[in-house]
């Protein structure tokens, strides 16, 4: 069942100052939150455990609490007051807040909530962001309802609203991961593609491992994944549709098809296609099943991504004699190349702002992570390990997410997330070894 989402109303009580890094400020007006490349200064939020106004909701309550507050200490830019220091009380949701007992333990922002069952029996969560400072709470807050079983769904749009009051970003946390899951010994792995919320609840395969499936890729609705899949026994590019299941190959050719992407609006897909001995870029009409190539060269064209404008296309290619990133318009003209620093660079990967391309580089037997211009200055390195590659940007364009391999026989891959600044590197859960992830748009 959907989640239903109903805004009463709500004032915005941060505004965002834009950069890269995070210092607050204050003055007489509301919260900021700056964003520069100064000392990270964790934003102090309290939220007291909100109140079960309906019998049998206590569990619930607390349960989405413990949630939000997960989530939000989880972007490393949030220091989560605990609730044994909280001076204050909050016992009724409509009752004055205390601000001098928030104030005493140096809290920026309170949010309060509760949690009660509706007339239709499902969940309805109230939630309301008081500003300490200001000794004032802002608007009459925000009202969500669900089924019980959506729960934690409700918890991740609460955390979705005050991400982005406080930081004037877009939230990430109702979002789900695709990835495949790798089984057995490193010589020989069984992979499934596997999907699972933001925080690693809820996982399911969507594969059962006897063929082996590589770079699943969301498309722009997150309703299907596209992906490279050795079932007819050698790559081939395929569509999965996560409603109902129905698999379907998006190009009946006898060549090789792999490393495939939607493009912004989720009509085509471009793919790399190796014919003759040949790999070039080639791009699909999903209605009409037709296949034009984008790239003519001797090189290895391949790992296309489209800017977010659907204008330029991103791309690796080794046409220089080592494997670089390009960028070219739609039609394969005015190529050029961005990247330009030691080693090698692959897997680009554009910005859902536009912004930044995130690269993985090898640079001797390291391995980074990075972020650059989409005219390859201001290259910056995230990450540094044996082995980090294919990165994949949260739907707000702050957060990158990537696998790391560790050494060793018994070594495997794991999910990271990222910081776009370098900051607050990540290991995710996941049940079992995890590489190739894709992150989902909002749902």
Same mark, same amino acid.
């Given at each position: 069942?959907?989640?239903?989402?109903?805004?009463?109303?709500f004032?915005?009580i941060?505004?965002f100052?834009?950069?890269?890094?995070?210092a607050? %400020?204050r003055?007489?007006g509301?919260l900021?939150?700056?964003? &520069?490349?100064?000392?990270?200064q964790?934003f102090p +939020?309290?939220?007291p455990?909100?109140?079960?106004?309906?019998?049998?909701?206590?569990?619930?309550a607390?349960?989405?609490?413990?949630l939000?507050?997960?989530n939000?200490?989880?972007?490393?830019l949030?220091?989560?007051?605990p609730? &044994?220091?909280? +001076?204050g009380?909050i016992t009724?949701?409509?009752?004055p807040?205390?601000?001098?007992?928030?104030?005493?333990?140096?809290?920026?922002?309170?949010?309060?909530?509760a949690?009660?069952h509706?007339e239709?029996? @499902?969940?309805?969560v109230k +939630?309301?962001?008081?500003?300490? =400072?200001?000794?004032?709470?802002l608007?009459q807050?925000?009202?969500?309802s669900g089924?019980?079983?959506?729960?934690r769904?409700?918890?991740h749009?609460?955390?979705d609203v005050?991400y982005s009051?406080?930081t004037?970003e877009?939230?990430?946390?109702?979002?789900?991961?695709?990835? +495949?899951?790798e =089984?057995?010994?490193? !010589?020989?792995?069984?992979k499934?593609l596997?999907?699972?919320?933001y925080?690693?609840?809820n996982?399911?395969?969507?594969?059962d491992g !006897?063929s082996?499936?590589?770079?699943?890729r969301? %498309?722009?609705e997150?309703?299907e994944?596209?992906?490279t899949s050795?079932?007819?026994g050698k790559?081939?590019?395929?569509?999965?549709n996560?409603?109902n299941?129905?698999?379907t190959r998006v190009?009946?050719?006898?060549?090789? !098809? =792999?490393?495939?992407?939607f493009?912004?609006?989720?009509?085509?897909?471009?793919?790399?296609?190796?014919?003759?001995? @040949?790999?070039?870029?080639?791009?699909t009409?999903?209605a009409? &099943?037709?296949a034009?190539?984008i790239t003519?060269n001797?090189?290895i064209?391949?790992?296309?991504?489209? %800017?977010p404008d659907?204008?330029?296309?991103?791309f690796?290619?080794?046409?220089?004699?080592?494997t670089q990133i390009?960028?070219?318009n739609?039609?394969g003209g @005015?190529?050029?190349r961005i990247?330009f620093g030691d080693g090698?660079?692959?897997?680009?990967v554009?910005?859902?702002r536009?912004?930044?391309i995130?690269?993985t580089?090898?640079?001797?037997?390291?391995?980074?992570i990075?972020?650059m211009?989409?005219d390859?200055t201001?290259?910056r390195?995230?990450?540094r390990s044996?082995l980090d590659?294919?990165p994949t940007?949260?739907p &707000?364009?702050r957060?990158?997410l990537?696998?790391?391999?560790?050494p060793?026989e018994r070594?495997?891959?794991?999910l990271y997330?990222v910081?776009? !600044?370098?900051r607050?590197?990540?290991?995710?859960?996941?049940?079992n070894?995890?590489s190739?992830?894709?992150w %989902?748009?909002?749902?």
């Amino acid at each position: 069942m959907r989640l239903a989402l109903r805004v009463i109303s709500f004032l915005v009580i941060v505004s965002f100052l834009g950069g890269q890094g995070l210092a607050q %400020s204050r003055s007489d007006g509301p919260l900021q939150i700056e964003i &520069n490349e100064g000392i990270i200064q964790l934003f102090p +939020i309290a939220a007291p455990q909100f109140i079960a106004e309906s019998a049998g909701t206590t569990k619930q309550a607390k349960d989405i609490t413990d949630l939000i507050l997960s989530n939000l200490e989880r972007t490393g830019l949030f220091r989560i007051v605990p609730e &044994n220091s909280h +001076i204050g009380k909050i016992t009724n949701f409509d009752s004055p807040v205390q601000f001098s007992d928030w104030k005493a333990i140096n809290v920026d922002v309170l949010l309060t909530g509760a949690v009660a069952h509706g007339e239709d029996g @499902n969940l309805v969560v109230k +939630i309301r962001l008081h500003d300490v =400072f200001a000794e004032s709470s802002l608007g009459q807050g925000v009202l969500y309802s669900g089924t019980e079983s959506n729960w934690r769904r409700l918890a991740h749009k609460i955390s979705d609203v005050v991400y982005s009051r406080i930081t004037g970003e877009g939230g990430y946390f109702d979002t789900r991961i695709a990835f +495949i899951s790798e =089984f057995g010994a490193k !010589t020989d792995r069984t992979k499934r593609l596997t999907i699972m919320d933001y925080d690693g609840a809820n996982v399911r395969f969507l594969t059962d491992g !006897t063929s082996l499936v590589l770079a699943p890729r969301f %498309s722009p609705e997150g309703d299907e994944l596209i992906y490279t899949s050795y079932r007819t026994g050698k790559p081939s590019v395929f569509r999965l549709n996560l409603r109902n299941g129905r698999e379907t190959r998006v190009l009946d050719t006898p060549d090789m !098809t =792999f490393s495939p992407r939607f493009s912004p609006d989720g009509k085509k897909v471009m793919f790399s296609r190796t014919t003759r001995g @040949n790999t070039d870029i080639y791009e699909t009409n999903l209605a009409t &099943n037709e296949a034009s190539r984008i790239t003519r060269n001797r090189a290895i064209d391949t790992a296309p991504t489209y %800017s977010p404008d659907g204008k330029s296309i991103a791309f690796e290619s080794d046409r220089s004699g080592t494997t670089q990133i390009y960028t070219m318009n739609l039609r394969g003209g @005015n190529v050029s190349r961005i990247s330009f620093g030691d080693g090698t660079y692959g897997t680009p990967v554009w910005s859902p702002r536009g912004d930044y391309i995130a690269f993985t580089k090898q640079d001797g037997n390291i391995f980074h992570i990075g972020v650059m211009l989409a005219d390859g200055t201001e290259e910056r390195l995230l990450s540094r390990s044996f082995l980090d590659e294919g990165p994949t940007w949260a739907p &707000n364009g702050r957060v990158l997410l990537f696998f790391r391999e560790e050494p060793g026989e018994r070594g495997g891959p794991s999910l990271y997330s990222v910081d776009v !600044t370098g900051r607050n590197l990540t290991k995710l859960d996941t049940p079992n070894f995890a590489s190739d992830p894709t992150w %989902s748009p909002l749902r």
